[in-house]
Each structure stands twice: as structure tokens, then as C-alpha cells.
């Protein structure tokens, strides 16, 4: 169904008879009868009683009292179209992995929603691996997430390393010591995260290189936001990333460590030559990107 169809019939109920709607929409009359024909073949309908006077049928005052709602959806959709267009409206659907999850993402969003507040934003927080698959499945747009291994169908651009501090319960006897080393840890129990993190990998790359065989068995625990309760109650120390520990909870204390290494790369996760990208989500991308601090990989010239 034609919505200037519909925005004839409404001219001819306003003005009463074929001729003056004509005149108002700018129309011949034969145009506009032919057009009011077309619309009743549409609905398999008479619409009007033709004679002296035009009188709405049943099904013409049906519709004559549904027409305004339809036009207004009509425009409303216009609206929504172009400001999607423009970036302006529309869904975005991000991905995020802890910490940055709990505490980058929602400072990132806040900025964004106060310059696009008609974008209506959806967040999954899921580890990288899962966040991998939810891309290749369409169920997101963008991942914020730690490096996994790379794909063919996935781009990774890396935004900055991070940062790796020790967390200790706040009566620990390291808390004076002026400096730490890893290997001053060796008889301590760890608290580390599954073995898929990207974060228990680097960290026990630091553990086999500087410590070797630990002496006492670590305890591993299912979320990287929730060692430090863990710390807090006296069951071990934590190497883990600053941003999940910082501020220290009451009960604990972080002091850095000598000669560790950079933690695993932070980055946006999208898919590759994607049709689906829309100008929202580019621009949430670039917002994200302020976090970077990593510089860009300089492109390599082509040979000729």
C-alpha cells in the first residue's frame, strides 16, 4: 500500500469531493481518481459511495480512522531512518570482557549516550573467546576484550597493554619491603584465573621465567574482578591488573613488582569487512579508541 494512496483518500475525506483534493495536492482529477481505484483494488474494498455527495463505505471510515496513526508511524520511521543514517538513532550491541567490562565500559558508554541519546546500546559481557564466537554469530557489533588468537574473519586493533601490580591482605609482611621481586614470592599461594585467561597466561609466563616451580598450589578462581575479595579474606596474593584492583578494598594493599612483564593487549574486536557496520558503530569504535596508547602499527608500502 502506497502512502500517497493513503494521503489521497485523506485529502478527499478533508475536502470533501475528488475535484478540490486535486486542487489541494497539486493533482489532475483523473489522477486522483485513478488513484483512489488503485487503493480500493489494493484492499478488495469500496472505500466511497459515489453520487451527488461522497459518503465514506464501512471500510472507508475503517480506514479513515486508522490513516493518521499509519502516516504518523510512516514519518516516525523516516525520522529514524535518516537520523540512523547520520548516526544518530539506532541499535549498537557491544561486547566486553572483565575488567574493562566493570571498569572502562561504563565511563566509555556515558560519553557516548550524552552525544547520541537516541542510541540504544546493549551490553554482553562474556570472556574473549565467547565475545569471538558472538561476533562470527552476529550477536554483536563490537567487542572491547583482551588478544586471543587471531582470525580470519576478525580484526584486532590494540589499544594499550595492561598494567600488572601485586595485591597483598593488608597485614601481609611484604607491605614494607621497599622492593619486590617476583621471586621474593616463591613460597606464597597465588589466586589465578582460569587457564583460558589471557591474564593467567601472562602471568604464569612471569611465574616460570623469574620464579619457576611454585611451592604451594594455586587456587583458582572463576573471575578476575572477584580475586580481591579473595585477597581480602586472607586465602593468598593476586598479580592482576591494575584497573581490576584499583582503588585497593579495605583489607588489601597493592605494591609493584620489579621487572614484570607488560600484561596482555586490550583492543577493539570487530569483524572484517563487514556489510552490517553502520555509522553508530564506527563512531562508538572511535570513542572507544581513546583509551588508546599503544600507537598505531605503521602500513607497510606496497612494493610496485
Do not use: W
Amino acid at each position: 500500500m502506497e502512502i500517497r494512496l493513503i494521503k489521497t483518500f485523506q485529502a478527499i475525506v478533508k475536502y470533501g469531493n475528488f475535484q478540490r483534493a486535486a486542487e489541494a495536492l497539486q493533482y489532475s482529477q483523473p489522477t486522483i481518481t485513478m488513484q483512489i481505484k488503485k487503493l480500493e483494488e489494493e484492499l478488495g474494498m469500496k472505500l466511497f459511495e459515489r453520487g451527488k455527495t461522497i459518503t465514506l463505505t464501512s471500510a472507508g471510515r475503517l480506514l479513515n480512522e486508522r490513516a493518521d496513526l499509519l502516516l504518523r508511524e510512516y514519518d516516525e520511521l523516516n525520522v529514524a531512518l535518516t537520523d540512523f543514517m547520520h548516526g544518530d538513532a539506532g541499535i549498537i550491541r557491544i561486547g566486553a570482557s572483565e575488567p574493562s567490562a566493570s571498569s572502562r565500559l561504563p565511563e566509555i558508554l556515558r560519553r557516548f549516550s550524552e552525544q547520541k541519546p537516541k542510541v540504544q546500546v546493549q551490553v554482553r559481557i562474556s570472556t574473549t573467546k565467547d565475545l569471538m564466537r558472538m561476533l562470527l554469530d552476529d550477536e554483536i557489533d563490537i567487542a572491547l576484550c583482551n588478544e586471543a588468537e587471531p582470525h580470519i574473519q576478525l580484526d584486532f586493533q590494540p589499544l594499550l597493554y595492561e598494567d600488572i601490580t601485586l595485591l597483598l591482605p593488608a597485614s601481609h609482611p611484604l607491605q614494607h619491603k621497599q622492593e619486590i621481586h617476583l621471586k621474593d614470592l616463591k613460597g606464597e599461594t597465588f589466586l589465578l584465573t582460569p587457564g583460558t585467561c589471557s591474564f593467567r597466561i601472562r602471568i604464569e609466563e612471569m611465574i616460570s621465567s623469574q620464579i619457576g616451580q611454585l611451592q604451594r598450589s594455586p587456587i583458582l578462581v572463576d573471575g578476575i574482578t572477584v580475586l580481591k575479595y579473595f585477597v581480602q579474606a586472607n586465602m593468598g596474593i593476586a598479580l592482576a591488573p591494575v584497573v581490576a584492583v584499583s582503588p585497593p578494598i579495605p583489607g588489601t594493599i597493592t605494591r609493584p613488582v620489579r621487572n614484570l612483564m607488560n600484561g596482555p593487549r586490550l583492543g577493539v574486536l570487530t569483524r572484517k569487512n563487514s556489510s552490517t557496520s553502520s555509522k553508530i558503530t564506527e563512531e562508538l569504535v572511535d570513542e572507544i579508541k581513546r583509551l588508546r596508547t599503544i600507537p598505531d602499527e605503521p602500513v607497510m608500502a606496497q612494493s610496485r
